[in-house]
């Protein structure tokens, strides 16, 4: 196979023309694009790289626009410098601090300037927080209920008691990793469910199924679901008096997944964090609302009583003795790095001006949205004006012969991904439409959707219903077959919460 070249491919066939597989950058393609790529084995032959980097990008094409992907709270926007400082350092390994000794030094630095923004409670200016980087919250959700059910262990023995039957206490609208983490520690899940107009734990049937075998309590700051904030501070309030009653020691591990960098700057009145006194870990994703891309998350604790001895490892053979506390050991090192660049560059006061100019847009689309119609087609799902996460949710209160997730069907053909799902279990019945304000999510671009929006709502109301339930029914038929096409099997599903109440899972 010959080499690419710039000389026009009939130049090139009369100069060699033995030579078949040349490939000219002048035209579309090559002799390649006759021959099938294999799916699912490597090929013999080594192929020239644009010609990769072109089927590559031509797989790609069928992927959504990340810009009008409104179901993700996960950044899809930085600046032109970021990208460059981490394609930069593409080739580090985070994890070999020995050789990288500033990338230590920047996740302690991300690690503090997290920690003094959830107000934990340092002695003084130079003391050292107690937290880690990850890959995501699900990793840093991992770690803290690892930790916390080691602690809880150590204690039980201390006691000379049972360490059988460890569980963990939250609301049933949890992300899904919740449930990972449980199944993965072997930790029984005990819910608190939903009612129909209840979708944020109610903190006294929370803590009345705390028991002497409860290692965590989780409260959710920003639900997946409808952007909320549970009742951290009452949520403590009633485990301090639950333990005195017990005579047990169990805390409050805050998923700020998506609130973590939101509510400080929103509603920084709002406690929720480590001032509240049973709070003793918090998990928040640097790639949601903390402004960077894909791939960081980050674990901070209230200090290090909290983190057990025995799940630190201490590794040498990089050069130089390093204690480890993550479930993965080699990552990139570029995520953190993007996300230490967002630090600088924007301070309290520009994460405080991209939040409020985010919950604006937020109140602007509610207002539209509940206007549709003259306020007879849809009602509010969420709470505005930095009562909650940047996010509008909202559900059909009119009776309509189509339903939400025909209207999220409809604005796909014009490039939007809107989610519709149905509620958390108990409460499932109940079906909405959400959009995550971004910080790509512009003003101007919310007036788009929104007009695109009343278009969907003006064509589904003249569309007859066979034809709509035509098309769902055909929706239904194209997501079954991807499923079979990608033989993937997921023999355990039906025992996962989401798949047993009909959810769809979370975008998150």
């Known amino acids: ?82 990208e460059k400082l981490m394609v930069e350092n593409l080739s580090k390994n985070f994890i070999d601090l020995e050789e990288y000794p500033a990338l230590g030094e920047i996740e302690s630095r991300c690690v503090n300037m997290i920690a003094r923004l959830f107000n934990a409670p340092l002695d003084n200016k130079d003391a050292e927080a107690v937290g880690v980087s990850t890959i995501g919250s699900s990793e840093a959700i991992i770690l803290s209920c690892l930790a916390a059910k080691k602690r809880w262990q150590n204690l039980r023995k201390a006691a000379g008691k049972s360490t059988e039957h460890p569980n963990i206490v939250m609301n049933a609208a949890v992300q899904v990793c919740w449930e990972k983490a449980a199944r993965y520690l072997e930790v029984e899940e005990k819910y608190w469910y939903c009612s129909q107009g209840k979708y944020l734990a109610d903190p006294k049937e929370m803590i009345d199924l705390v028991d002497e075998n409860t290692i965590l309590v989780c409260g959710i700051l920003g639900s997946t679901y409808t952007g909320g904030y549970e009742n951290i501070a009452e949520i403590s309030k009633l485990l301090e008096v639950k333990n005195k009653q017990l005579g047990t020691d169990v805390w409050i591990h805050v998923d700020a997944a998506s609130g973590g960098f939101v509510a400080p700057f929103t509603n920084p009145n709002l406690l929720w964090d480590f001032r ?35 799940i630190l490892f201490t590794v040498n053979y990089l050069g130089a003795p390093q204690v480890s506390f993550t479930l993965n050991f080699s990552k990139s090192a570029v995520q953190v790095i993007g996300q230490y660049y967002q630090f600088l560059r924007l301070g309290k006061g520009g994460y405080r001006a991209i939040m409020t100019n985010l919950q604006k847009t937020a109140d602007y689309l509610a207002e539209e949205v509940v206007r ?78 929104v007009r695109d929006l009343k278009d969907a709502i003006d064509f589904l109301d003249k569309t007859p219903s066979e034809i709509i339930q035509h098309l769902a029914n055909a929706s239904k038929n194209n997501a079954k077959q991807s499923h079979k096409s990608a033989k993937v099997k997921h023999h355990h ?13 979370g975008v998150c």
């Open 372 to 449: 549709i119609q003259d306020g007879t087609m849809f009602e509010l799902m969420c709470e505005m004006r930095g009562k909650g996460l940047p996010l509008v949710a909202w559900r059909i209160k009119a009776d309509k012969h189509y339903d939400e997730f025909a209207i999220a069907r409809h604005l796909r053909s014009r490039g939007w991904i809107v989610p519709a799902y149905t509620m958390a279990p108990h409460a499932e019945q109940t079906k909405l439409l959400r959009v995550v304000v971004r910080e790509d999510f512009s003003r101007h671009r919310c007036e788009v959707f």
């Open 1 to 82: 196979m010959g080499f690419l070249s710039t000389v026009p491919a009939t130049e090139r066939l009369e100069a060699h023309p033995d030579h078949e597989h040349y490939i000219s950058s002048t035209v579309y393609g090559s002799a390649l694009a006759a021959e099938e790529i294999p799916r699912f084995e490597m090929a013999e032959e080594e192929m020239p790289a644009r010609v990769a980097a072109r089927f590559v990008h031509d797989e790609l094409l069928m992927d959504g626009n990340p810009a009008l992907n409104l179901a993700s709270f996960v950044t899809t926007y930085m600046e032109e410098e970021a």
């Open 276 to 310: 509240v006194p049973r709070v003793c870990s918090i998990n928040a994703s640097g790639h949601k609302y903390g402004l960077s891309y894909a791939g960081v998350g980050w674990a901070v604790w209230r200090n290090t009583n909290f983190l057990p001895k025995e």
């Open 493 to 505: 599903e039906h025992d996962s919460l989401q798949a047993k109440h009909g959810k769809t899972h």
